[in-house]
């Protein structure tokens, strides 16, 4: 009996475990943030990053030198803190979306939002309209990011049922004629244009203010607190729609609000960072390795998780000569790390 | 407990379910049989408010529609057929998700009736396997233990006993006939009838989206409902162990030889004869042989008419006689020798033709014992070998 005690999880282990990891993961956050903020080309050590962040804590005071609070508070530490949150965004939808869809290779652009996005930030760019607040483009590729997971959701309903498989077709087929569109933009562009769209579209973090992450950090933070509220839900859903709504799951009204809310976090991701993939895809599945398919831990773990992920790869794409999109560094060492996975019995256990 | 009125379902412009009303009380097994596509896993989901309908669908008397999924959830559980498991979810995690109706948002489950679910559905041994990884079968038992853990009042059960093997198969049902002595209200599609029969306290057997017939096994599980609802040809005898309804699925009648038959028996030997007769259209009697007798039995279930005598009482030659006066054709079944000569058939006494089967009998064989019943059958039919056999 000790062997299989042990092996038992009682909903009281279940919530040790997951505030376990938890705490685990947003100490490696806060580490990684650290560190990336000290990584640039005026040397920082670790201490003095932290003690400047620790200073502009109200009510706490350090001695700091003013070059160093200058490099961190004015260009880094944005820019971390802005990676922390797109990433965290990225992974919270793209682990709901994955279960949602009970597809795996579903992620936040499925529904057709990061395309929405695209085609509302290009369209700022290319016209070069006035930009009010300097967060026109944020502004209008969230507009657009909402607008197509609506229309798609619309398309995918009959009768107030939506089912996914019909929505995931409707998603593909969005996010097609939207990727059009934004080509016909990018012709239309001239050479300023052209370049600015192209490198929004890779993804990246440069030109990160701390607007940027009053922007996208609240709808991030409430958007992930309400998808973890409806993380026993999601599990429930796993095993088919037929059976949750047997379970207690009223299937329809849970829907609506997961894909509204992942729909809202993409959204504010792709409107402050552009499209940058594999987050959602990658970080998910690696975490479910680890913790396991219960949302209830998986959720928060891979939402912490995506952060860290983030800030290094951005610190990598900053760090790199000449400077990445951080698209491209997500793309680069996601890819391999998906392939790998495909290749292990993760992916085929679906 | 659960009362079904005027239940009407449609699938594009198909009616599944053509105003269903029936009801089921607390503390009995309700079984819903019926042939393939009759709509009783439609029912089972209208029942549980997951599928639209029209009508009405009444639980501890409050309609199911006006009941919140979470409320629907705590009075109704269900073993669904099947499952679609994505991700690795360990069989404890399932059978917990039983608990999702009964936990508050942010609230964890009480593991009590999970482990209690387990232990009686004897899934305990693999609580920490992906339910996944399980056989077809230790998942059917995963469902159960997941309906157990929900704890309603009413459970539903979509086939307890599909993809189970015989000994998993009688333990589901004994498990679904415990829950409703224990006071709860069972309903229970299943299409193996003489289990159903067995264990079921009443039957609705539906047929085309509509109720054939409704009440005790025995009522219901008749030739006559079963050949309206399967159209089929069933023959209904009973258990000799359980002795409830047996139901027998037959060919159709393949051809209408026309003409009559008489097989004489006994200890039923008569048996393998009596059903390829009759599926060849010949208008088939069997005796006289003992009450109770096999051959009586399988005469009946096939609807052959039977004369018999009482047990332990040997036939009379003038009763013999009688039996072989109105028929075209005889067939002397392969009885012992002790039966063969206290049936006195004398050659006077038998039809114009006769088939004699096995060696018993004092005329010599036209088909040996061991030859397949279809010979018998050819021969019964042979209608230019006419012959009467004449004692040696």
């Not at chain 1, 795996?104 to 016209?127: E, H, L, Q, R, T």
């Not at chain 1, 219960?294 to 790199?320: E, I, K, N, Y």
């Not at chain 2, 332990?312 to 039996?323: G, K």
Request: aromatic residues 4%; negative net charge; contains cysteine.
């Amino acid at each position: 009996m000790g062997a299989t005690d042990t092996a038992v999880e009682t909903p009281r282990k279940r919530r040790l475990r997951a505030a376990g990891w938890c705490a685990g993961l947003a100490v490696l956050l806060c580490l990684t943030v650290v560190w990336a903020a000290s990584v640039g080309p005026v040397t920082l050590s670790t201490a003095t990053v932290a003690r400047v962040v620790l200073d502009a804590l109200p009510g706490v005071e350090f001695r700091t030198t003013q070059t160093a609070e200058a490099v961190l508070m004015a260009v880094r530490l944005p820019r971390v803190a802005l990676a922390a949150v797109v990433g965290v965004g990225l992974a919270a939808a793209g682990t709901v979306m994955q279960g949602f869809f009970r597809n795996p290779m579903a992620d936040p652009s499925v529904v057709g939002v990061s395309s929405g996005a695209a085609v509302g930030a290009v369209a700022v760019i290319v016209s070069s309209a006035s930009v009010p607040f300097g967060l026109g483009r944020q502004l209008a590729a969230f507009a657009g990011a909402l607008l197509a997971g609506f229309f798609v959701y619309l398309l995918a309903t009959e009768n107030g049922r939506t089912p996914v498989a019909t929505l995931l077709l409707a998603g593909v087929a969005v996010q097609t004629f939207l990727g059009a569109v934004v080509s016909l933009l990018i012709v239309q562009a001239d050479d300023q244009g052209l370049r600015e769209a192209t490198y929004w579209l890779m993804g990246n973090l440069h030109g990160a203010t701390w607007e940027k992450v009053v922007v996208a950090l609240p709808a991030v933070v409430v958007g992930t607190i309400v998808l973890f509220a409806f993380a026993r839900d999601l599990n429930v859903l796993l095993l088919g729609e037929a059976d949750a709504g047997s379970l207690g799951v009223p299937v329809e009204r849970t829907k609506r609000v997961l894909l509204a809310v992942s729909s809202l976090l993409t959204g504010a991701a792709v409107a402050v960072a552009g499209v940058i993939g594999f987050v959602g895809l990658v970080v998910p599945h690696a975490m479910r390795l680890l913790v396991g398919p219960d949302h209830r831990v998986l959720l928060p773990a891979s939402a912490l998780a995506g952060g860290s992920f983030l800030v290094a790869a951005d610190t990598a794409a900053r760090t790199f000569v000449g400077g990445l999109p951080v698209g491209v560094v997500t793309a680069f060492v996601g890819v391999p790390f998906f392939l790998f996975l495909l290749r292990r019995r993760e992916v085929s256990g679906l | 407990m659960i009362s079904v009125s005027g239940l009407t379902v449609e699938r594009g412009s198909e009616r599944v379910l053509d105003g269903v009303a029936f009801g089921a009380e607390a503390g009995e097994l309700l079984g819903v049989v019926g042939p393939n596509g009759a709509g009783k896993t439609t029912l089972i989901r209208a029942m549980n408010g997951t599928l639209d309908y029209e009508g009405t669908v009444k639980i501890g008397g409050d309609a199911l529609a006006d009941l919140s999924t979470r409320e629907t959830g705590r009075r109704v559980a269900t073993v669904p057929q099947e499952t679609a498991l994505s991700f690795d979810f360990t069989v404890r995690e399932v059978v917990a998700m039983g608990r999702h109706p009964h936990t508050s948002r942010f609230g964890t489950h009480d593991p009590d009736p999970v482990d209690r679910a387990l232990e009686r559905t004897d899934t305990m041994r693999f609580a920490d396997r992906a339910a996944s990884a399980v056989s077809g079968g230790e998942r059917k038992r995963v469902l159960i233990a997941r309906a157990l853990a929900q704890d309603a009042p009413v459970t539903l059960v979509d086939e307890p006993t599909g993809g189970l093997d015989v000994n998993h198969a009688v333990r589901a049902l004994e498990l679904a006939a415990d829950l409703a002595a224990e006071g709860r209200c069972v309903v229970a599609a299943i299409h193996d009838l003489p289990l159903a029969a067995r264990y079921c306290d009443r039957l609705v057997l539906l047929a085309d989206g509509g109720i054939v017939a409704e009440g005790t096994p025995e009522s219901v599980l008749t030739a006559t409902n079963l050949s309206r609802a399967f159209d089929a040809n069933a023959a209904v005898a009973r258990d000799p162990v359980t002795d409830t309804p047996l139901v027998t699925a037959l060919p159709e009648a393949t051809a209408s030889r026309g003409g009559s038959v008489h097989v004489l028996g006994g200890g039923g030997r008569a048996v393998p004869y009596l059903h390829p007769l009759v599926a060849a259209g010949f208008d088939v009697s069997v005796g006289p042989v003992p009450e109770g007798d096999r051959d009586a039995e399988a005469a009946r279930a096939l609807g052959c008419a039977v004369e018999t005598v009482p047990p332990f009482d040997p036939p009379s030659s003038e009763q013999v006689a009688d039996a072989l006066a109105a028929t075209d054709v005889a067939v002397l079944a392969p009885v012992r020798e002790s039966v063969a000569h206290s049936l006195d058939p004398t050659p006077s006494r038998l039809p114009p033709r006769t088939v004699v089967v096995g060696d018993a009998w004092p005329f010599p064989p036209d088909v040996s014992a061991d030859a397949p019943p279809e010979r018998v059958v050819e021969a019964a039919g042979d209608t230019t070998g006419v012959r009467r056999p004449a004692e040696d």
